[in-house]
């Protein structure tokens, strides 16, 4: 085990949203990832997790990033921009070109770096014709910024298994705990660390539902979750301004 500390930066999906403690804090893959380390290394292992849920890629790189180099880690993951590509200004050729710029950043440092190609979320949200081609370029220049620098590249995307709903909480839009569990896995793997075998187990799709239940399912899903989520971009808010981040240090993961 050639690592001693990890960093995790991003948003909602690195803060673990909607894999629950009991407490009702949120696990998410990043902390089982930790855990998996740290039993590795030992009681010197330390981790941090910077990632708040909705915040925007310059807000990562801004206040995420300077913290993590700061703290001098042996491995970083970084995924941020998924919450761009879900904005109306939304500018690809910014993100592309400061994203490479932020991985060769961390990478110059002699940290290991883990970046993420994003599994498809989309095929079960509206607005799909807009927000897919963005995504595929976000994806698209992950894993060229990852060649490019020797970054260590999880593809989500290409594993289909992400197609099941049951990998997916109930807004649709981030991972339940048995999603969490298998990028856990994943992240592992492309380390090469061995974790549990049923953290990359699959649970059975879920029946067809009737067309009348679904259509139920939707507006009750629109009400919950899409409509909060117009209701903050019209405002101006995010899920995340009152927010802090849960691991905002490095300590030792028992902390």
């Given amino acids: 085990m050639r690592w001693r500390s990890f960093v995790a930066v991003g948003d909602s999906f690195t803060e673990g949203m909607d894999d629950a403690y009991p407490d009702g804090t949120y696990r998410g893959w990043a902390d089982l990832v930790a855990t998996r380390l740290a039993a590795e290394a030992g009681p010197d292992f330390r981790y941090a997790n910077l990632a708040i849920r909705g915040r925007l890629f310059p807000n990562v790189v801004a206040e995420q990033v300077p913290a993590a ?29 400061r994203f490479d710029d932020v991985v060769g950043e961390l990478r110059s440092t002699g940290t290991d770096v883990v ?7 989309m095929a079960r949200l ?14 698209k220049a992950v894993g060229e ?20 709903p049951m990998l997916w909480s109930t807004d649709r839009l981030h991972l339940s705990p048995a999603g ?18 049923e953290w990359l187990m699959v649970p059975p799709y879920p ?3 009737p067309w009348l239940a ?8 629109a009400g919950q979750h899409l ?13 995340g301004d009152t927010v802090i981040a849960k691991r905002p240090s490095l300590s030792p993961i028992s902390d």
């Avoid at 970046?115 to 979320?121: E, K, M, N, P, Q």
């Avoid at 590249?153 to 099941?164: E, F, H, Q």
Wanted: hydrophobic share 45%; charged share 25%; proline share 5%.
């Fill in 69 to 97: 180099l700061a703290m001098k880690p042996d491995l970083i993951s970084f995924a941020a921009g998924g919450n761009d590509v879900l904005r109306r200004t939304f500018d690809p050729n910014a993100l592309v070109a």
């Fill in 115 to 121: 970046l993420f190609r994003f599994a498809d979320v």
């Fill in 126 to 139: 509206p607005g799909q014709r807009l927000v897919a081609p963005r995504v595929a370029l976000l994806n």
């Fill in 145 to 164: 910024t990852a060649e490019r620098h020797g970054a260590i590249l999880v593809d989500l995307y290409a594993d289909d298994t992400y197609l099941n």
């Fill in 180 to 197: 969490h569990r298998r990028v856990a896995g994943q992240v592992l793997a492309a380390l090469g660390v061995g974790c549990d075998e």
């Fill in 207 to 209: 029946a067809p539902t």
């Fill in 214 to 221: 679904a259509r139920a399912a939707d507006l009750r899903w």
């Fill in 227 to 239: 409509m909060p989520w117009i209701k903050r971009r019209l405002t101006g808010r995010s899920s």
